[in-house]
């Protein structure tokens, strides 16, 4: 019970450590592990209140500004996102002073978030089989998924998350 426990802890570490980025494979005997990241559709209905207030900015037609909405203070900003530079305003949590850099990296978190997306991570693991033919595949055996990844998280919050994966394909 102990070795296997240790063999899945130095499994875990091994695959931690090698899968950092999507397709990512590591081959462990006639296993194999690949990390899986996809889209998860994200609106900014999903952002959660820990970036504050979001509303799409109206435009005024006579004149082309975009009016702060009623319940936003001065506090708001206008924050382009996407390629076509869509508005959106933004009313920044009150508790985080802007001249923190933990604002600054709270802005970047919520743009990167209206740009890209949540993410969701898979790790797959396929065994490697014979055919009737003597022919050689690999088959998914399972997968397990986590949904709600903020884009670009570091490296050491990836293998976290393949850490946990890992253990729910126990």
């Given at each position: 019970m102990i070795a296997a426990r240790l063999l899945d802890r130095t499994i875990a570490d091994t695959l931690?450590?090698?899968l950092t980025d999507d397709s990512d494979t590591v081959e462990l005997g006639?296993?194999?592990y690949r990390l899986r990241v996809e889209p998860d559709e994200t609106t900014i209905e999903d952002v959660s209140d820990y970036y504050g207030a979001l509303q799409w900015a109206d435009t005024r037609r006579n004149d082309g500004y975009h009016q702060r909405p009623d319940s936003f203070t001065g506090n708001a900003e206008l924050l382009g996102i996407g390629r076509s530079y869509d508005r959106i305003w933004w009313e920044p949590p009150t508790d985080v002073p802007r001249t923190s850099e933990h604002f600054a990296a709270l802005k970047?978190?919520?743009v990167n978030l209206l740009e890209y997306g949540y993410s969701v991570v898979?790790?797959?693991v396929?065994?490697?089989v014979t055919d009737s033919r003597g022919g050689e595949h690999w088959v998914v055996l399972d997968t397990a998924w986590l949904g709600g990844i903020e884009p670009f998280p570091d490296n050491g919050w990836v293998?976290?998350?393949v850490r946990d994966l890992y253990a729910e394909l126990g």
């Open positions: 931690a450590a090698e006639n296993r194999r970047r978190g919520l898979g790790l797959e396929s065994e490697l293998a976290e998350i």
